[in-house]
């Protein structure tokens, strides 16, 4: 440790310099906000039935088995862009379908194989949680994940 | 032991433990189902094994950075705490809401957001108890000596009690959902968890190894220092992918690859001051634990971190099983094994005796850092794996999980191992003294 720094020096340089980093975390942190709200997400088809369909996938937290733009467990498959793996941009009627089939056959009991549970879910509650899964798969997210498999 | 009311320590060190087991049960389950992925399918599923094996986790460091707190800030403050009676009734209520928490999550009564699960009303008081807590150690050491060493440890207290507050903000717009939630996750583990951690092991070096406490102030300043410049920016390497602006590639690649550097310096800070330890300390099995825990810690955040921050890697890596590893290796080095650590350390102080069964609580250290290694490179050969087959060559996530099983395996066994570390460890502070001990007790008191 240089002899020139002093014990109060060190802590001079440790406050200013965590503030100053802070500032410009918080100055960041606001634009992104901004960002989000207007470049990188549809603020307009932000609609009630998407609130609610998140409210279904965190009710549920399936968030501890798959992950969301690459967040959560890795138990499961990315269900960020299932919309599009499910060809929900070219039939979004076919993707609904398919959701409500494969919900309501869990669990598949097929040994040897991970089990997804039976959530019971209502016919109003697969309808949201496909409307929150369509509006995450249109985020403009850098071009991740690198493929459909997510 | 000093003080009378560092007593109160002993309280959180022992739910710390019964937590401690309590996550790594829920682990070895959570292991065993990707191996045997049938297993208790129904009654368990997977999400609920997973969400109290990570919540009894970060309950029972908080409750050690608690006890560890308590526990040195008397003989730092020189001066007794506050109010002990205080610190009781803060540890049973944050042992009630952990516990109702954990019950309510086995009836799948849950909030939806990853390590944040906690029902509303627990949050609340969670708030409740760190306030609580927070008062009792802040007045504690207004009343006495003013140390680096609690500057900087109530620095971290406090920052992540105010970081906490963002889990009571969930936007419904998810990429602002995501993004504020680090604000908690990563600017409590790569922020300000890490002046916790520095200020747990410079205490440990100044009891363990007598050094010079201006010496090691100025090195606390500057791991810190390097901690916080590095790790508030270096929140940029979540927010790749998230519907963030592309300037965080920049931003988070550059800083989060400086997060090395308070790493770094821990590792050459503990074994710089242990070279110049004035005195040998009794308690070598405290020392192993420490230097062990800047190692790990600096192999498993700084490292493994590392591994996967560069954003170009990020793309690839992001969300596969190398993620997992670096996360279990960094929980592992930094934050479980400072706590070991400082128990190791004040149990036997706590409990008036010798540290009597060193041989056992080092070979609990070895065989415990070495599972932990082997399950990381597992799963880092699984994440290796994954990427080559789904991100690269496209395959689905669920034909390239079949081809992992190997892996699985293995890191099923490692956390068997960890298991059985954990119980010697805990025989290595709770077990009968033998009667050579005993004598030797009499002879010679232990240093403070």
Not at chain 1, 112 to 123: A, H, I, K, V, Y
Not at chain 2, 76 to 103: D, G, H, N, R, Y
Not at chain 2, 279 to 293: E, G, T, V
Not at chain 2, 298 to 327: D, E, R
Request: hydrophobic fraction near 50%; proline fraction near 3%.
């Amino acid at each position: 440790m240089a002899e020139r720094l002093t014990k109060t020096g060190a802590r001079n340089v440790f406050y200013g310099g965590s503030v100053f980093f802070f500032t410009i975390f918080v100055g960041l942190t606001a634009h992104s906000h901004y960002y989000m709200k207007t470049v990188s997400t549809d603020e307009k088809t932000l609609t009630e039935s998407v609130v609610r369909g998140k409210k279904v996938w965190e009710r549920n937290s399936c968030i501890n088995c798959h992950t969301l733009l690459g967040e959560g467990a890795y138990f499961a498959p990315e269900l960020g862009n299932v919309w599009k793996r499910w060809g929900g941009d070219q039939d979004p009627e076919g993707a609904r379908d398919m959701l409500k089939a494969w919900m309501a056959a869990q669990p598949s009991g097929i040994e040897g194989r991970r089990q997804m549970p039976q959530f019971n879910l209502t016919d109003q509650e697969v309808h949201d949680l496909a409307d929150f899964l369509e509006w995450a798969s249109k985020i403009k997210t850098q071009n991740w994940p690198p493929n459909d498999a997510g | 032991m000093k003080y009378q009311t560092q007593k109160v320590a002993m309280l959180y060190f022992y739910g710390a433990i019964g937590l401690f087991l309590a996550q790594i049960l829920f682990g070895v389950l959570a292991a065993t189902i990707y191996v045997l992925p049938n297993t208790f399918s129904v009654v368990l599923p997977f999400n609920i094994v997973r969400m109290v094996h990570t919540n009894a986790l970060v309950v029972w460091l908080l409750m050690g950075f608690m006890g560890s707190t308590y526990y040195l800030l008397p003989e730092e403050a020189e001066t007794e705490l506050f109010s002990p009676k205080l610190a009781i009734l803060q540890f049973w209520m944050f042992l009630i809401a952990a516990a109702v928490a954990v019950v309510g999550y086995l009836f799948h009564i849950h909030e939806g957001r990853e390590f944040l699960e906690q029902p509303f009303i627990i949050k609340v008081g969670i708030v409740v108890v760190a306030l609580m807590f927070l008062f009792n150690i802040t007045l504690t050491v207004l009343k006495g000596r003013k140390t680096t060493v609690t500057n900087i440890l109530l620095f971290g207290l406090w920052g992540l009690a105010v970081f906490f507050l963002f889990a009571f903000y969930n936007p419904a717009n998810l990429a602002l959902d995501k993004m504020y939630w680090w604000y908690v996750i990563h600017l409590w583990v790569e922020g300000v968890w890490e002046l916790i951690l520095a200020s747990i092991l410079a205490f440990l070096m100044i009891k363990l190894n007598g050094v010079d406490r201006e010496v090691v102030e100025k090195w606390l300043y500057v791991i810190i220092g390097l901690a916080l410049f590095s790790g508030i920016l270096g929140t940029g390497h979540h927010y790749y992918w998230i519907g963030a602006p592309g300037y965080w590639q920049w931003i988070g690649s550059l800083f989060s690859t400086l997060e090395i550097a308070p790493f770094f310096s821990m590792v050459a800070f503990s074994f710089v001051m242990t070279k110049k330890a004035g005195r040998k300390h009794p308690n070598q099995a405290a020392l192993l634990w420490s230097l062990a825990c800047s190692v790990m810690a600096f192999f498993g955040a700084g490292i493994w971190g590392f591994l996967n921050t560069l954003a170009p890697v990020n793309y690839y890596t992001h969300g596969t099983q190398l993620t997992a590893a670096h996360g279990h290796l960094a929980f592992f080095g930094a934050y479980v094994m400072i706590n070991l650590a400082m128990m190791a350390y004040a149990v036997p102080e706590l409990l008036n005796r010798m540290p009597t069964h060193q041989t056992l609580s080092k070979a609990a250290c070895w065989i415990m850092c070495i599972a932990m290694s082997v399950m990381t490179l597992s799963l880092t050969f699984a994440g290796i794996k994954q990427v080559e087959l789904q991100r690269i060559a496209g395959e689905s996530f669920m034909d390239t999980q079949d081809q992992l099983a190997l892996f699985y395996w293995i890191r099923f066994g490692t956390g068997f191992f960890v298991l059985v570390a954990a119980l010697m460890f805990i025989g290595s502070l709770f077990l009968p003294k033998r009667r050579a001990a005993v004598v030797a007790q009499v002879v010679a008191q232990p240093a403070g």
